[in-house]
């Protein structure tokens, strides 16, 4: 059998494939170039040092309109978008797929840390769980998929690739968007068009000042100093209103969380149903829920208030470890 591995050059790519070869798989790797030369090119290196059969496909275009121009569009509409949530079903796991068919490979793989089982994806391990990045994978992709550290937490995946003498097993995490290697956000903004000006800052209603453009803060952002004594942080982001309204820490605090485009990992339910809920990426927030299908949305009702549910970020649902689904919240 064999298995097309999603292979950046890093350490996590670079163990799944030795796990996958030590389990008696055949192991292609994938290398979607959307970087610059030195990493295509530790990528090639990597894969050589290995013995594995490495495809390069030029992704430029692709991330461009599918995540890049999304993802721009969504900051301007005074959202909070997770790139690699968009970009895992509608560009990575697609080539994966569409390579795994040309080679007539049976799974595809890849290095997050969560587990993949009979066709449903659940949580990893706690310390470094990544199932919030996959909630929007199609069904068909999740039934081929192979998550070979699922069960590992990272210091011991570095232990194993250095156990097996990989190059890479001291090479930095990559912490940055992709597409973003400075982390200058703003920047990268300000080189695709006209940014929004500056606009009126409120509190309760009343404006207190100025803001320098929406597409500088996010929702749970502290705000620099104090007001009357207390630290304020963004509450919400109105791009029609060209607003940013502050609030107090415990009002940044809500039980009703709505998500559009939701994408179901099991049948829709027909019927209100429990779970928990994430609307971040963190290893703590989880609390129990319940939620319903209403008029194309889910809402959704939580036992314990979440912190500052943004607008485009995602609203993650699970029962128990099983992930069964994620949209995008919607501006309350």
């Known amino acids: 059998m064999k298995a097309v591995v999603g292979f950046s050059g890093g350490v996590d790519s670079a163990v799944s494939a030795a796990l996958l070869r030590s389990r008696g798989l055949e192991v292609h790797g994938l290398y979607l170039d959307n970087a610059g030369e030195d990493a295509r090119q530790d990528a090639v290196r990597t894969a050589e040092i290995m ?26 509409r005074g959202e909070t978008p997770n790139p690699c949530i968009l970009c ?13 068919d040309a080679l007539g490979a049976e799974f595809i793989a890849t290095g997050h840390y969560a587990r993949s089982e009979n066709g449903e994806l659940y949580k ?8 919030y990045m996959l909630c929007r994978l199609q069904r068909e992709q999740v039934k081929r998929l192979l998550l070979p550290l699922g069960e590992y937490e990272k210091k011991q995946v570095r232990a194993l690739a250095e156990d097996l003498a990989l190059p890479v097993a001291h090479k930095p995490d ?6 973003i290697p400075d982390k200058d956000y703003i920047a990268w903004l300000g080189r695709r068009g006209e940014l929004p000006p500056e606009g009126e800052l409120l509190f309760h209603g009343q404006v207190i000042g ?22 304020i942080y963004v509450s919400r982001i109105d791009a029609a209103a060209n607003t940013v309204e502050l609030a107090l820490w ?26 928990s809920v994430r609307v971040r ?6 609390p129990p829920c319940t939620a319903w299908v209403q008029d194309g949305l889910v809402q959704i009702r939580c036992d314990e208030p979440v912190r500052a549910p943004a607008a485009g970020q995602s609203a993650v649902l699970y029962d128990g470890d099983r992930l069964l689904g994620g949209g995008f919240i919607v501006q309350a």
Request: charged residues 25%.
């Open 174 to 179: 990559s912490m940055e968007i992709c597409f």
């Open 88 to 100: 895992n079903p509608a560009m990575k796991f697609k080539n994966l797929l569409a390579v795994a």
């Open 281 to 286: 990426h963190t290893k703590w927030e989880n």
């Open 51 to 76: 013995g594995i059969p490495l495809t390069v496909r030029d992704v430029k275009a692709e991330l461009e309109e599918k995540v890049c121009a999304p993802f721009a569009a969504a900051y301007l």
């Open 124 to 131: 990893g391990r706690p310390s470094n769980d990544q199932s």
């Open 250 to 275: 415990e009002e940044l605090f809500k039980t009703e969380v709505t998500a559009r485009d939701f994408n179901w990992l099991i049948d829709p339910p027909a019927e209100p149903i429990r779970a």
């Open 210 to 231: 100025r803001h320098a453009g929406i597409f500088r803060y996010t929702v749970g952002q502290r705000w620099p100093g104090l007001l009357e004594g207390r630290k």
